[in-house]
């Protein structure tokens, strides 16, 4: 009723694999875990710093990119833009 199924072999190796990593976790030490959070905290702060100073930055740029965008619309009339 059932025939071969070509993914037979695929899903006996990803059982094998997972088994072999599983059997691996358990047997390391409990405390290497806090060392992983650690590290997992601190890369979390890192990436939040470098986005929130990405958006800064980038808000900065658009502020001056859209005052010189104005300065160069209204060239010859009196906009008070400065040739600094």
Not at 1 to 11: H, K, L, N, T
Not at 66 to 71: D, L, S
Request: proline share 4%.
């Amino acid at each position: 009723m059932f025939g071969y199924s070509p993914f037979a072999p695929a899903v006996h190796y990803l059982r094998t694999t997972l088994s072999a990593r599983l059997a691996a976790a358990r047997s390391r030490d409990p405390e290497e875990g806090a060392s992983v959070v650690e590290w997992v905290v601190i890369t979390t702060i890192v990436v939040v710093l470098a986005v929130t100073v990405g958006v800064i930055i980038t808000n900065a740029l658009t502020t001056k990119a859209n005052t010189i965008q104005n300065c160069i619309n209204s060239a010859g009339g009196t906009s008070g833009c400065k040739s600094n």
